[in-house]
């Protein structure tokens, strides 16, 4: 049976693009495909209905390596928290944080 897009997406869950991802996922026994165990066609559509959201979120998350810096390891240390913190809990009467604090610069910057 041939299907247009819209048969495609009403059979399936998801568009023909993504019929490929489906089929890896939920497997299909008549073209011999298993599938990944635990995983139904449902569960399959439902990702893959949310590729392009994941997709760019796993763009987001991904750490970059090919972006060239000016600077050098040592520039982009941490020089310690301004002692203005301290000011600034006081005043927010919440000292909390400064328990956390392992490295104050002498001077703010």
Do not use: C, N
Request: proline share 6%; no cysteine.
């Amino acid at each position: 049976m041939v299907r247009d897009k819209q048969g495609v997406v009403d059979k399936f869950g998801v568009r023909p693009q993504s019929i490929p991802d489906y089929l890896a996922l939920a497997g299909h026994s008549a073209d011999g495909h298993p599938g990944i165990l635990m995983w139904a066609g449902k569960s399959a559509a439902a990702v893959l209905s949310r590729r392009e959201e994941a997709l760019l979120y796993r763009r987001l998350a991904l750490l970059r390596t090919d972006v060239p810096f000016a600077e050098k390891p040592v520039d982009l240390e941490g020089r310690g928290a301004s002692p203005a913190l301290k000011e600034l809990s006081a005043e927010l009467g919440d000292e909390r944080i400064l328990a956390r604090i392992t490295k104050w610069r002498d001077r703010p910057a």
